[in-house]
Each structure stands twice: as C-alpha cells, then as structure tokens.
C-alpha cells in the first residue's frame, strides 16, 4: 500500500473501496548508526496524517494514539531504538475511519436488522457531508532526530509601527533547563535585520517590507527568516538545536463592514477546495499540489478555504510563498445531531482547535480560524457549544478573526451572535426552486440584507455554484449544462457588485475542482460542481471566473513601492 494515499482506490476490490474498520500498515526502517548509539540523540516518529483513529506501535511495542484525521501527531520512540543491538524498526499503524456522532466529522452506523433484505450483521457508514471518507495514511509518515534538549515550539505575532515591523517571538524547550537562545531574522536576500536571545522578546525592523496577499502588492508575499539557534549542556555534553521559520510581517483586523489586511480594505476573491484527486484520493502528492497553485495564481484568486478539514503543511507553506489568504478550517462539518453537541464531542472539539492552532499558527497566509461547516446552529445546545468553541479559539489567538460556515436562518441562528465574520453557503435555483435563475438577484440581496441588519459585522458569500458536466452545453441553459453554471454565477456576480461596496468582504465559489463523494441519485461519479473538473481540466465557469477575478484584483491593488502606514493592531473584534 503506497503512502502518503488513501486505500480506497488503488486496488480493484469493491470492499475495500467501501471498507469501514481497523486496517494495518506496517514497515521496516533501518536507522541511521548514530541514532541506535548516541545517547545523546532523541528519534521521533511523526505522522502526518492518519484518518481518522490511529493506534501505533514501535518493534511491538505502543507508543501512542490518536484521534482525528488532517492532523499531525508524534512520538518519542528513543528508548525502543536504543535499547538494543538492532538497527531496525518496525513501525505498525493500525486505522479506524468509523466515524460517531461524537467523532470530528460525526457520522453514524446504521445496522440493518431485516434478514430478508440484508445478511446478518449487515451495517452501513452513514455521513451527514458531502464528500467521500477517504481513510488511511494520507500524509508522509517520517523519522526524524533532536538533540535531549530541543526547540519544542516557537509562536510569533506581528504588528506595525509606521514604518517599523514588530515581531514578538516565544520560544519553547524541552528536556533541559540550562541552555541558551540565540535569535536573527534575516531578510530575503540573507541579511541580518534583528536580532535577539532569550526565549522572550521583540525585533524591530525599520522599513519593514510587509507580508501582502497575492494580486494586492507589486510585491506580495514578503517572507523573513527567523532563525533560533538552542545551546544547552547535558550529561552527554554540549549540544545545539537548529530551526529556521518563515515569517511575514502583516496585521489583520475587522470593522463592523471591512476585513483589513496591513490597515487596507481585502476582499477575498477566491475558491473552496478538497483534498482529493483520482486513485490517490486524500494522499498527498506534490505534482497536483503544484498544479492547483498554477491554476489559483491563473484564476487571479487570492483566497481559498481549507473546506472541510485541515490542509497539509506542504499546503499552508505555499499559500505563504505565494500570498493565496487562508481561512483555516477544522474538521467540524456534518455537526447535525443533538448528539453532537454533547460535553464529549465539544471537549474534542477543542482539542482539535488546540492541535490545529499549534500547527498554523505562524502561517502568515492563515487571516482567520474557521470552526464549522454547515452546522445545525438552530438547535437549543449550539449557542452554548459555539460560544465556548470560539472564546478558546480566540483565548488559543488573539491576533486573528474567528468564524464558522453557516447555512441557518438568520433569525434562528445561534452560533452567528459570536463570529467576528459572518460566512453564508446559499445555492439558490439549484436545491431550490430548480433552474429559475430570474429569483437569484432577489433572494441573494434579500439574505445579505436581513444578515447586516441584524448582526452588523462583514460577510463572505462562501459557497455558491452549480453541479455541471464538463461539455454539456444547452443553450437557453439548462441544469447541468456549462452554460447553467456561468449563468448562475454571472447572477450572483450582479448582487455581490453591488454589496461589496457595502459590507461584503468576499466571495469562493463552490467548487475549485469535482471532487468524489458517497454514492446517491443526486451525485453522478461525485459532485460536479467545480469549475475545473477532478483531473484538473477548465470548465466554461473557469474562464467566466478568470475574468472577474482579474478585474477585482486591478481594483483593489495597492501598487506602492514603498509602504509607510499605520496598521491597525491584529485583532478579531468589530470595531
């Protein structure tokens, strides 16, 4: 079994393809002499990703466990490696992907007890979302050294003073007390801009060149480089630890009808992806990351969400390199059941947003923290969960804005009252009122209305499209046809001209590319609702998309070669 991949679609078995319950990897790996004999190193097995209950042992012994797919966990395997003549180690990682209503995504297992119809013991995975539950080892599993005592974390935060960057830096160790810090950020071309010790502190850099999104700046996506060198004594003697970080100096704040980035208005003008691809399906694999990168920076889009679940690392690296905005979302989709509200799912729930927070946090890419999609927000119980979701999401960050995905009511909407920015899914004349395009401009103006004037905070249009088939064309356009999608969304287009120039700050159409979903009437080999197919290939929309993007990118650009102003301080609250 290849990895990084999902199992489901390399073989040819039907069973396997649709398999619920414990699979089994195991390998071998022969390590490095130095690591079996030098005391004074510490071996560390990290895994990626591994969806979505994981069990791992090292040479037949347990060394962790984990729940949760999208997400990384580690282990410390030293002693296991140390303690004896060999070089190898066998690594077993055995899988669950049953997900329950208290699992992050919930889902349930329906048993069908009618013998005349279905075998003994027959069950089907039931989901409440609508993509295929990919499983398996999806991200790279690696080995990986430090020294006894080693760099455990580092947080950084920025802000703006006229001109000046200011970087605030925590650094966190492990495994000894006695050791010191060395701190330097260096500029793009290599040059020592600041510099610090302790593992505490402060840079300032005078004419700092800001972090901008792509399209925004002549030059966007400015990265320094903060590195941290450790120096500690031990019994095994002096030893030095090493990290490198990225870092772009940029602000983020919201006003009551404004997203700003670096003090100026930013409107996101993007895309909602999958991780999923033919025969790999959620593994990650560098040629088609690449490829959408390509085709995001052809489309003119600045922005994306990561719908639904944590991206890779590899993913949020690149968004920094290249300036494409973030809105980094969790697991929290399919979150319909009263079940789901229970202590338990919200306690893992926050576990999650800790995990998550801990690994992006030093993106500069990543303006916002979203923790659901599409959740059940009316019911009594989620006032309660999501104003304590969010609060620890903004105790775990303060510099950034905190949302959730909805598509409730406005006026029985009870998670909304504590989001810093409303996000709202609408398919209107597609699960509803089926082809009638003429009532769009209407009902979309009508929901933007009604959601300002309630809740007074800023508004991202973060679903809308059409599922199409790629060379279907009816002409006047029918459902399912190229020329269906670009007519739906040259509607949406008319309304969202006309309230971004009032407090919507975004649109991201559903969806970059199709992706795979669970079998059903409404799903013809999964949803069709990208504007480039699953292999990659454009659609009509595509083009349709290209040129507004383009357009609102020449409107919003801030062409400055050199940038002098006053940023706002990074901050989550309306204004």
Known sequence: MPVPSSFNDVGQDRQLRSFVGWVWYEREATLPQRWTQDLG?????????????AIV??????????????????????KLVQSGPLASCRITIAINNTLTPHTLPPGTILYQTDTSKYPKGYFVQNINFD???????????????????????????TSVDQDTGLVDYQIFVEGGEHFQLEVRLLDEEGKVVAQGT??????????????????????PAYLYSLEVRLTAQTAAGSVSDFYTLPVGIRTVAVTEHQFLINGKPFYFHGVNKHEDADIRGKGFDWPLLVKDFNLLRWLGANAFRTSHYPYAEEVMQLCDRYGIVVIDESPGVGIVLVESYSNVSLQHHLEVMEELVRRDKNHPAVVMWSVANEPTSFLKPAGYYFKTLIAHTKALDPSRPVTFV?????????????????????????????????VIQLQLATQFENWYKTYQKPIIQSEY??????GFHQDPPLMFSEEYQKGLLEQYHLVLDQKRKEYVVGELIWNFADFMTNQSPQRVMGNKKGIFTRQRQPKGAAFLLRER??????????????VKLQCLENSPFTL
């Open 406 to 438: 909805t598509n409730s009511n406005y006026e029985a909407d009870l998670g909304v009252p504590y989001v810093d920015v409303i996000c709202v899914n609408s398919y209107y004349s597609w699960y509803h009122d089926y082809g009638h395009m003429e």
């Open 465 to 470: 499209g059409a599922d199409t088939i790629a």
């Open 41 to 53: 190193t510490r071996v560390v097995l990290r895994i990626g990703s591994a969806h979505y209950y």
């Open 549 to 562: 993007y383009w357009k609102l990118a020449n409107e919003t650009r801030y062409p400055w070669s050199a």
């Open 198 to 219: 302790g593992g505490r502190g402060q840079l300032q850099v005078p004419n700092a060149h800001l972090w901008w999104p792509y399209l925004m700046h002549e030059h």
């Open 131 to 157: 993509f295929f539950n990919y499983a398996g080892l999806h991200r790279p599993v690696l080995l990986y050294t430090t020294p006894t005592t080693y760099i455990d974390d580092i947080t950084v935060s």
């Open 57 to 78: 042992w090292v040479n037949g012994v347990h060394v962790a466990e984990h729940e949760g797919g999208h997400l990384p966990f580690e282990a410390d395997i030293s």
